[in-house]
């Protein structure tokens, strides 16, 4: 019986390794691209754009072994949070990055999110300003 009941705790524990695994979700991280940047950088703290620069984007997953519909959402601070774009992206063992530009926005706070059945995966918030008022501004208080 004490065997038996090895056997039982063992294939109860090796059952619980093996579903704990693959229940991790997906992950990965955001980097950005600024104009005249040869490469990638990972995204630290609350990046910033000028609305007269585009900065190229990715997402990369982590570990994909299946494939799967990612919903890339972009939204703008107003009062509350509001939908500027929304996209559906297809990852999978082979393409686990996603692609994107941050470009013609207003002046605002936004958030960018990667979501997949309503879990939010990743999210990054950055800001954009305008270089034109801070100069006008600037003009104005030497005057």
Not at 47 to 64: I, L, M
């Amino acid at each position: 019986m004490n065997a038996w009941r090895r056997a039982a705790l063992l294939a109860v524990f090796s059952m619980s390794l093996v579903f704990s695994a693959g229940c991790g979700g997906l992950k990965g991280e955001f980097a950005v691209k600024r104009p005249l940047a040869d490469e990638y950088r990972r995204v630290t703290g609350m990046p910033e754009f000028s609305t007269a620069e585009r900065a190229d984007w990715v997402y990369v997953f982590n570990n994909v072994d299946e494939e799967h519909t990612i919903g890339v959402v972009l939204m703008k601070k107003e009062i509350v949070w509001v939908d500027v774009n929304v996209r559906t992206e297809r990852i999978d063992a082979a393409q686990k990055v996603i692609y994107g530009a941050i470009e013609g926005l207003g002046k605002g706070r936004y958030r960018l999110m990667m979501a997949e059945k309503g879990k939010v995966i990743g999210e990054m918030e950055f800001i954009v300003y305008d270089d034109a008022e801070d100069e006008e501004a600037d003009v104005a208080e030497q005057k």
